[in-house]
């Protein structure tokens, strides 16, 4: 069948209106009428060729939402107008130890991934959400709240389980002192759910400015870490930091604002090595970890926490036709904090 989308049909080239083919329902798909997609900043790298992989034409987009229009014939899970999302992934082998596991991100055949990807059998590419319509197999489509915002529960797909991955990986509970580097797509939703689960938060960042809406997000203290006494003051003090920052920065220091046996998580992606001192970790036992999205199982149990809590990601809803505006703008920081797309503007 037939859908609109926006699509990247070479690295040096805008996104532009794009008629894709998706697959004729099986027995086990489901047909999703997409409403929302979120803007990721690795669509950015991925549509630009930034990171070496890409194939194209590309249809970016791992942070949909949308309802259910129909579904194949043994498809238990979900039925017609059903509110669902679409993550990082649409497929994995579903028999390997990690798969068994819950951890589909880490099949050992390799998933298949949402876009710039192919299905399972590794000849059929896939294309992402800035589409009007995507098909999946229902043991990827995951149930929304009908409680969250179609728009501001997008980037939950992506951002949303990214930080709460590690957030519950390492424990993260009441009372807990949570360190967040970085205010951006990222930060800001690792400061709402440690707040939500209990913790105490503060966001260690470059930039003043960010210190109003840190607080509006729920952080409890805010640090400029351009201040070399921030790293003096703030020593021990953290049982989990969450770094989101994905440009060089020293990783060392932030490995010293840990108390004994806390543990760094890195969900942001630099795009140089990052060099760590063998005593930065072995001076408190400390744990320097990274994470990377979260399995479907996982991502169920965010949205489902997303909506006991009231937690949506801050966005900016775009139409189609303003997607290369807003890729330039995410990567000059212009937007607090997600880009996310109405999908009904590419009938315009």
């Given at each position: 069948?037939?859908?609109?989308?926006?699509?990247?049909?070479a690295a040096?080239?805008?996104?532009?209106?794009?008629?894709?083919?998706?697959?004729?329902?099986?027995d086990?798909?489901?047909?999703?009428?997409?409403?929302?997609?979120?803007?990721?900043?690795?669509?950015?790298h991925?549509?630009?060729g930034?990171?070496?992989?890409?194939?194209f034409?590309?249809?970016?987009?791992h942070?949909?939402?949308?309802?259910?229009?129909?579904?194949g014939?043994?498809?238990?899970?979900?039925?017609a107008g059903?509110?669902?999302?679409i993550?990082?992934m649409?497929?994995?082998?579903?028999?390997?130890?990690?798969?068994?596991?819950?951890f589909?991100?880490?099949c050992?055949?390799?998933?298949?991934f949402?876009?710039?990807?192919?299905?399972?059998?590794?000849?059929?590419?896939?294309?992402?959400g800035?589409?009007?319509?995507?098909?999946?197999t229902?043991?990827?489509?995951?149930?929304?709240?009908?409680?969250?915002?179609?728009?501001?529960?997008?980037?939950?797909?992506?951002?949303?389980?990214?930080?709460?991955?590690?957030?519950?990986?390492?424990?993260?509970?009441?009372g807990?002192?949570?360190?967040?580097?970085?205010?951006?797509?990222?930060?800001?939703?690792?400061?709402?759910?440690?707040?939500?689960?209990?913790?105490?938060?503060?966001?260690?960042?470059t930039?003043p400015?960010?210190e109003?809406?840190?607080?509006?997000l729920?952080?409890?203290a805010?640090?400029?870490?351009?201040?070399?006494?921030?790293?003096?003051?703030?020593?021990?003090?953290f049982?989990?930091?969450?770094?989101?920052?994905?440009?060089?920065h020293?990783?060392?220091s932030?490995?010293?604002l840990?108390r004994?046996?806390?543990?760094?998580?890195?969900?942001?992606?630099?795009?140089?090595?990052?060099?760590?001192h063998?005593?930065a970790?072995?001076?408190?036992?400390?744990?320097?970890?990274?994470?990377?999205?979260?399995?479907?199982?996982?991502?169920?149990?965010?949205?489902?926490?997303c909506?006991?809590?009231?937690?949506?990601?801050?966005?900016?809803?775009?139409?189609?036709?303003?997607?290369?505006?807003?890729?330039?703008?995410v990567?000059?920081?212009d937007?607090?904090y997600?880009?996310v797309?109405?999908t009904?503007?590419?009938?315009?």
């Amino acid at each position: 069948m037939q859908t609109r989308a926006y699509a990247a049909t070479a690295a040096d080239k805008p996104l532009a209106p794009l008629s894709i083919e998706r697959r004729e329902l099986r027995d086990d798909d489901v047909l999703i009428d997409v409403s929302h997609c979120g803007i990721c900043h690795s669509d950015i790298h991925q549509a630009r060729g930034e990171w070496g992989n890409s194939t194209f034409p590309m249809v970016p987009g791992h942070e949909v939402i949308g309802r259910v229009a129909r579904v194949g014939s043994n498809v238990t899970k979900f039925k017609a107008g059903d509110r669902v999302g679409i993550g990082c992934m649409v497929d994995s082998c579903r028999e390997c130890e990690s798969c068994r596991a819950g951890f589909e991100q880490f099949c050992e055949k390799g998933c298949a991934f949402t876009y710039n990807s192919t299905e399972m059998d590794r000849k059929t590419p896939t294309h992402g959400g800035y589409s009007q319509q995507l098909v999946a197999t229902q043991d990827f489509v995951l149930r929304v709240p009908e409680s969250l915002d179609p728009a501001g529960a997008a980037p939950l797909l992506c951002a949303g389980i990214t930080t709460y991955s590690p957030l519950r990986q390492f424990g993260c509970k009441k009372g807990d002192r949570v360190g967040v580097v970085g205010l951006g797509g990222l930060g800001h939703m690792a400061v709402k759910l440690a707040a939500a689960m209990g913790a105490n938060v503060t966001m260690l960042s470059t930039s003043p400015s960010k210190e109003a809406d840190a607080a509006r997000l729920g952080a409890h203290a805010f640090a400029l870490t351009k201040d070399p006494a921030t790293f003096t003051k703030l020593a021990r003090s953290f049982d989990i930091i969450i770094d989101t920052v994905s440009a060089p920065h020293d990783i060392n220091s932030y490995l010293s604002l840990l108390r004994p046996h806390g543990t760094l998580a890195l969900v942001g992606a630099p795009p140089e090595a990052l060099s760590v001192h063998p005593f930065a970790l072995i001076g408190g036992n400390y744990r320097f970890a990274g994470s990377s999205i979260g399995g479907i199982r996982e991502t169920q149990e965010m949205l489902d926490f997303c909506a006991e809590h009231k937690i949506v990601s801050d966005v900016e809803v775009i139409p189609a036709q303003k997607i290369n505006e807003a890729y330039e703008r995410v990567l000059k920081n212009d937007v607090r904090y997600r880009f996310v797309i109405d999908t009904a503007t590419l009938s315009a």
